[in-house]
């Protein structure tokens, strides 16, 4: 049984989506400091509290990633609550 026949037919296309996502080499060079929030790839712009993945943003942009006025809704809290 081959690896293909272990996964359904949406599983493996989403599987190859993500291993030719994870073959494409970022823009810029290694070294490059990103110019704003948006260019950060660890930028969090849906996050309620925080706009950074880290809590201090690693290439010195902001002195402080948490909000000042956090965002109405939280997208990771909505997923994890259910009602029933």
């Known amino acids: 049984?081959?690896?293909r026949e272990?996964?359904?037919e949406c599983d493996y296309y989403e599987f190859r989506h993500y291993q030719k996502i994870m073959r494409q080499v970022p823009a810029?060079?290694?070294?490059d400091k990103p110019r704003c929030c948006a260019e950060c790839p660890y930028h969090q712009p849906?996050?309620?509290?925080r706009t950074c993945t880290f809590s201090?943003?690693?290439y010195g942009i902001l002195k402080s990633v948490f909000?000042?006025?956090?965002?109405?809704?939280?997208?990771i809290s909505?997923?994890?609550v259910r009602k029933t």
């Open 67 to 75: 909000r000042r006025h956090p965002l109405k809704r939280d997208v």
């Open 1 to 3: 049984m081959s690896k």
């Open 6 to 8: 272990q996964l359904t």
């Open 28 to 31: 810029g060079r290694p070294g």
């Open 78 to 80: 909505e997923k994890a």
């Open 46 to 49: 849906r996050w309620k509290f």
């Open 56 to 58: 201090r943003c690693p």
